[in-house]
């Protein structure tokens, strides 16, 4: 059963920018939020969105990643401009529904290279 659809992943060069989707079906999105895991690293919560709209980012990517959602599309955003090589990982999608029952993404690779 896939709820969550993710997409915008894939190789750019340091200081590129990328949008990550997270798509929704079959359930409507309460709160969300963006981890990430790099190779040999423990996975790291990267942003959260409340469902009015409320934010929180990891101190490693403050001020260069946005997480948005539109509720209309039942989609959550990730934005990331000025990207470095340390953000090389595998992105998860996470959210929960208005019942409070959490659902993760596949994961989409975000690799940042020259």
């Known amino acids: 059963q896939v709820q969550l659809k993710e997409s915008g992943g894939g190789l750019v060069q340091p200081g590129g920018s990328l949008r990550l989707s997270c798509a929704a079906s079959?359930?409507?999105?309460?709160?969300a939020a963006w981890y990430r895991q790099a190779p040999g690293k423990e996975r790291e919560l990267v942003a959260s969105?409340?469902?009015?709209?409320?934010?929180n980012y990891a101190d490693s990517v403050k001020g260069r990643f946005t997480i948005s959602r539109d509720n209309a599309e039942n989609t959550v955003y990730l934005r990331m401009v000025s990207l470095s090589p340390l953000d090389t990982a595998v992105y998860y999608c996470?959210?929960?529904?208005?019942?409070?029952?959490?659902?993760w993404g596949q994961g989409t690779q975000v690799t940042v290279s020259s």
């Open positions: 996470t959210t929960t529904d208005y019942g409070w029952t959490s659902y």
């Open positions: 079959r359930i409507m999105i309460n709160s």
């Open positions: 969105i409340t469902s009015d709209g409320a934010t």
